[in-house]
């Protein structure tokens, strides 16, 4: 057993008082194994040496380069009708540097977002087509093909969630997780989101703060964005958004998570998409969502439904261990 491994052990007994979420989110090496559960059920099913638990997440994740930080928005191009998560604004390069593109043949048709050097997490219900699968990453104008920031990557699995369901009046463990061909070298434009782990797992979102990103259709069945959009959401207190879909009889459930601003929404081609979440406590971008589905876009009525990523902690985790 490495000493890390003991450190996280000794970790995990003490982990849940006082200011202990400071403490483990300043250190990404501890947040995992302290989460009790998930490091009983990877212990459980892992063949892998137990040494190798804590490396299979990156550090450095969640982190926007400081290179782009201070760069002024990209103008927008005067004849252009952009705007593709509706009620969006043009990104900032690299300010997502994690979301990712998942098409074929150089079709792109769903987002999704880098967790590791070589996964990708995105919504189930975008895979089911056969022929193979890109990932394209570090992309911005997708218009512009001269840019160097940009990769494909080819797909080598893909695993849906089991319990996958997309049936009349509920849609349930929306989640997919994407393995690539070869591992990607995290640069300026390209590198990992955060995962929700230990005590942010717990955290009460509603009427947080929250960012949904893609490339998706602009206005409900209207035309998609060429620049990378996002918009500013708050999280939907969870009864208000089972109260709105009840109308409908859409049932959404404790593994959902939903988010709306007026005006502003996830839309068509935004699927499998990222939700982030800023903590300001460590500073970085967490994946609390992914884009699932909604009724129509940016409906008042309606929050845009996510799943949740939180509730699929233990799943990613042994997917991502098992697929190398
Ligand atoms: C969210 O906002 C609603 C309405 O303002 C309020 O009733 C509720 O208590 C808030 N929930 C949380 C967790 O802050």
């Not at 022929?131 to 920031?149: A, C, F, I, N, Q």
Request: net charge positive; with cysteine; charged share 20%.
């Amino acid at each position: 057993m490495s000493n890390l491994l003991v450190f996280a052990l000794y970790f995990l007994g003490h982990g849940q008082s006082g200011n202990s979420l400071n403490a483990q989110l300043s250190d990404d090496a501890i947040i995992f194994p302290n989460d009790e559960d998930l490091f009983q059920s990877v212990t459980s099913t892992s063949a892998q040496p137990s040494g190798k638990l804590i490396e299979i997440f990156p550090d450095n994740c969640g982190i926007q380069s400081y290179k782009f930080q201070n760069e002024r928005r990209i103008k927008r191009a005067p004849n252009l009708i952009q705007i593709m998560v509706v009620g969006g604004t043009d990104a900032r390069v690299g300010v997502h540097p994690w979301i990712a593109r998942i098409g074929q043949n150089g079709r792109f048709f769903c987002g999704g977002a880098l967790i590791t050097a070589k996964h990708v997490v995105t919504a189930a219900h975008c895979l089911g087509k056969r022929g193979e699968y890109m990932v394209r990453l570090g992309d911005h104008d997708k218009d512009d093909d001269s840019d160097p920031g940009r990769i494909d990557v080819v797909v080598k699995a893909m695993i849906p969630h089991e319990k996958y369901l997309k049936a009349k009046q509920l849609v349930q463990n929306d989640i997919a997780i994407l393995l690539l061909k070869e591992s990607v070298k995290f640069t300026d434009r390209i590198s990992p989101i955060c995962l929700p782990m230990a005590g942010l797992r717990n955290l009460d979102l509603a009427n947080r703060s929250v960012t949904v990103a893609g490339w998706g259709a602009l206005s409900y069945g209207g035309e998609k964005a060429k620049v990378l959009q996002q918009a500013n959401l708050i999280v939907t207190p969870h009864n208000e958004c089972i109260q709105s879909y009840k109308s409908i009889k859409l049932l959404i459930n404790n593994d959902q998570i939903c988010a709306n601003n007026p005006g502003k929404d996830a839309c068509g081609g935004d699927s499998g998409g990222p939700l982030t979440f800023f903590y300001p406590e460590s500073r970085r971008h967490y994946l609390v969502g992914i884009v699932s589905f909604g009724y129509k876009c940016a409906d008042e009525r309606f929050p845009g439904v996510y799943a949740r990523t939180t509730s699929y902690m233990n799943w990613i985790t042994e997917k991502v261990m098992n697929m190398n």
